[in-house]
């Protein structure tokens, strides 16, 4: 999934300007995804921001594989 923006982005475009991928846009006021399925989910757009308003959802063969408990 491409990343997700909630009320506390400031619009300060940072995420726009460290996307590698180019994949973020500035539209209405805020952050939008222009191309949903190029997001390469580095987390970077997550990282740099100030407001901690990005959230990334991995795919599912992204999340790390985690130990079941017997």
């Not at 999934?1 to 991928?21: D, L, Q, R, Y």
């Not at 190029?38 to 308003?53: F, Y």
């Amino acid at each position: 999934m491409p990343p997700v923006f909630n009320e506390k982005c400031t619009a300060c475009f940072k995420c726009v300007e460290i996307c590698p991928g180019d994949v973020l846009r500035e539209g209405d006021g805020k952050p939008k995804v222009a191309y949903p399925d190029e997001c390469w989910h580095c987390g970077a757009c997550m990282m740099d921001c100030p407001a901690d308003a990005v959230r990334l959802d991995l795919p599912l063969w992204m999340r790390p594989v985690t130990k079941r408990v017997k």
